[in-house]
């Protein structure tokens, strides 16, 4: 008998960007985060927030959040949710408070990413252990460019990425945000030094170049936008 099974639902992510207010404690913001934003996401059944520093320490400092939505539907919701959560409210009341001359950061970005269906539901991994975080953004000079890349990592390139050990945490594609038409990515590894021996076997990689050789995959990608992050302390991811 034929496998009737459902397709894993693809899960939406919210990612932020926060760019810190210079000279305004960072605490603020992450007891914010860490007493009364994640406990209550958590309570919604969003059960892995991610919280990123960048690796070197930017100036003025970044904060990445990373919050992966069951569905279009959960994040949609969300915002009225939080609205009505009496916990909610009263853990940010020290965070509210805060004077208008001590702001917790400058502004803050977010975009909205379905995820891929090759990948449809995030991989979390160790959290005990010792991770760095490669966040990449593939731009496109146009849509179909984007909808070609989408595709080429749903049918040809995740297997190579699984094969040398470039361990995807999710793949989704911007629906609404910055840097669009674009993709973005979140990879993991120990440390710098096997993230560059793994993308060198990617580079290397037979079936890796003749995919990106076909001309069915020609031109898709138009600028790459890198960043390495640590988790934060209390980050779920």
Not at 41 to 60: A, C, H, I, M, Y
Not at 111 to 122: G, H, K, R
Not at 155 to 176: H, R, S, W
Not at 188 to 208: G, I, L, Q, Y
Request: glycine share 4%.
């Amino acid at each position: 008998m034929a496998n009737t099974a459902a397709p894993a639902a693809k899960q939406a992510y919210e990612l932020r960007t926060y760019e810190l207010k210079f000279g305004s404690p960072a605490g603020n913001i992450e007891n914010y985060f860490k007493e009364a934003l994640i406990p209550a996401l958590n309570r919604q059944g969003v059960k892995t927030v991610g919280v990123f520093r960048e690796v070197g320490k930017s100036d003025p400092g970044k904060i990445y959040v990373l919050i992966p939505f069951a569905s279009m539907d959960a994040f949609a919701q969300s915002a009225t949710r939080l609205a009505s959560d009496a916990e909610y409210g009263k853990a940010s009341q020290n965070y509210n408070a805060l004077a208008p001359d001590k702001p917790p950061y400058t502004r803050y970005s977010t975009s909205l990413l379905s995820a891929f269906d090759v990948l449809p539901q995030m991989i979390v991994p160790d959290t005990k252990a010792s991770r760095i975080f490669e966040l990449r953004t593939y731009e496109s000079y146009s849509e179909d460019a984007a909808r070609r890349k989408v595709l080429m990592f749903n049918k040809d390139e995740m297997p190579v990425f699984y094969k040398v050990k470039l361990n995807p945490v999710f793949f989704g594609q911007v629906v609404a945000g910055e840097h669009m038409p674009c993709l973005t990515y979140m990879l993991t590894f120990k440390d710098m030094a096997e993230r560059d021996a793994n993308w060198a076997a990617f580079s290397a990689d037979p079936d890796w170049k003749r995919m990106s050789s076909s001309s069915e995959y020609a031109n898709t990608v138009s600028n790459i936008i890198r960043v390495f992050l640590e988790p934060s302390p209390y980050s779920q991811v």
